[in-house]
């Protein structure tokens, strides 16, 4: 079994910035079988989306277009935590954001179907006032 837990969320104004982690804890193993490590986010009567994923195992790294230039996902394979890294906030990155692991081929088109992850965080608010 794995655990997801994410941290770092909180109430900013716009412009600002914050660091997302997610910390994988259990049956660590489970990096041999799930590749992908992710970061959706999701509002009230909205689907999950997902924002940004990486290959774990290093190499493709994929981005909403809405975030490019915005947000970094990036890993510590030692500490099995995942960070998502997001500057010049706006009022519409308001959403709980979600820690997500999965396993996909490596030519798989972006973005990644929720449903296709195994593993799930409880999600951590983001707030960004305007």
């Known amino acids: 079994q794995v655990q997801l837990v994410e941290s770092g969320g909180g109430s900013v104004q716009a412009g600002g910035s914050l660091t997302l982690s997610c910390v994988a804890s259990?049956?660590?193993?489970?990096?041999?079988?799930?590749?992908?490590m992710a970061w959706f986010r999701q509002t009230p009567g909205k689907e999950r989306e997902g924002v940004a994923a990486m290959y774990t195992g290093g190499g493709r790294i994929v981005y909403d277009d809405s975030v490019k230039g915005r947000f970094t996902i990036s890993q510590d394979n030692a500490k099995n935590t995942v960070f998502l890294q997001m500057n010049n906030l706006k009022s519409e990155d308001t959403a709980m954001y979600f820690c997500?692991?999965?396993?996909?081929?490596?030519?798989?088109?972006?973005?990644?179907?929720?449903?296709?992850?195994?593993?799930w965080g409880q999600g951590t608010q983001v707030t960004v006032s305007s």
């Open positions: 259990g049956d660590t193993s489970f990096n041999n079988v799930m590749n992908v």
């Open positions: 997500a692991a999965g396993t996909f081929d490596s030519d798989y088109p972006w973005p990644f179907p929720a449903y296709s992850f195994g593993y």
